[in-house]
């Protein structure tokens, strides 16, 4: 028994073998080569590297424990499928690839103004909180998206360059926003949605070609902004009303919003862009791994729903 395990362990493309198999279907019976008895395998992994889709993944025998550990390379399918109980691992390795790729970016962002406004270094420091809408009493104006800032210095600042790069109109629909409505695992019992800000991938790539930069596809996901909403138990929603104010205008004003010491929220229109695309979308559509905003499905889980009573 201590040699068949002990040469189960030397035999590297045995193990990883194993771990694919028990990734695509984990209810397939092993001969475990510790108890050997036939049983099947809890696999479990975490994302080590975005672009390469590299995991560390372990399989672990359901009658004995016994377990393993290799490294594989994650299938296209893979990512609506990461366990939950590796997401923060999974948040933390795509948080240092996005440091990097962002990096990259910034060296060519004078010729791609959304993905400076979409990668600007302040946002981490900025917090963006939550977002909010006005309209007109009148409906007789665009609509307003504003998105909240706990550091006022730092989200006017964001605000501030993208009016020298864009002069406050987004011409060509550059900069990608996504409202994306579903519940998520664990919290249908506290609605909310997910935005997506990020460069548009078209215009992204089409930017790095005429600067000679090329940009990996699976990584514009990443290069952007996302935030969780969870609307105030019991107040009025008031996305649907943006719906049918930005219907009726096909227009809206994205502009930073501030909380003042009276607790009160204020748009700033001074430094706001107008935009005439938003994209309303449903969690149950985005079905294809390499959807840009796929991501909706598993960032939310690291995101824990206030406690009733609290705004966000």
């Known amino acids: ?47 080590k590297n975005v672009r390469t889709r590299m995991a560390e993944f372990e399989v672990r025998c359901r009658t004995c424990d016994f377990a393993f550990a290799t490294s594989i390379e994650l299938s296209a399918d893979a990512l609506p499928c990461w366990p939950l109980d590796r997401i923060g691992l999974m948040a933390e390795a795509i948080e240092q690839e996005c440091i990097a ?18 990668t600007h270094p302040l946002w981490a420091e900025a917090m963006w909180s939550a977002t909010t809408y006005q309209w007109h009493p009148t409906s007789d104006a665009p609509p307003v998206m504003g998105l909240v800032f706990d550091n006022i210095d730092a989200g006017l600042q964001i605000f501030r360059d993208a009016e020298q790069q864009m002069n406050h109109e987004d011409r060509f629909e550059e900069i990608r926003i996504s409202i994306i409505e579903g519940d998520v695992i664990n919290q249908s019992h506290r609605p909310g949605y997910s935005v997506h800000i990020c460069a548009d991938p078209e215009a992204l790539c089409g930017h790095a070609t005429m600067s000679d930069f090329v940009v990996d596809p ?88 206030p406690n009733e009573g609290h705004r966000r």
């Open 1 to 47: 028994m201590g040699e068949q395990q002990s040469s189960f362990h030397r035999d590297g493309e045995a193990v990883r073998r194993l771990a694919h198999i028990a990734f695509a279907d984990p209810q397939t019976h092993f001969a475990c080569p510790k108890c050997n008895r036939e049983s099947t395998f809890e696999p479990s992994w975490f994302l």
């Open 101 to 118: 790729i962002a990096a990259k970016v910034q060296q060519h962002v004078q010729a791609m103004p959304a993905a400076q406004f979409t």
């Open 218 to 305: 699976s990584v514009i996901p990443f290069l952007g902004q996302w935030n969780r909403h969870y609307p105030v138990l019991g107040a009025p929603a008031l996305l649907p009303r943006f719906k049918s104010e930005f219907a009726k205008h096909q227009e809206f004003l994205l502009a930073p919003t501030v909380v003042r010491q009276n607790g009160q929220r204020y748009i700033v229109p001074e430094l706001g862009i107008v935009k005439n695309t938003v994209l309303f979308r449903k969690l149950t559509e985005i079905t294809a791994p390499d959807d840009i905003d796929v991501a909706a499905h598993v960032l939310p889980q690291v995101i824990v729903p």
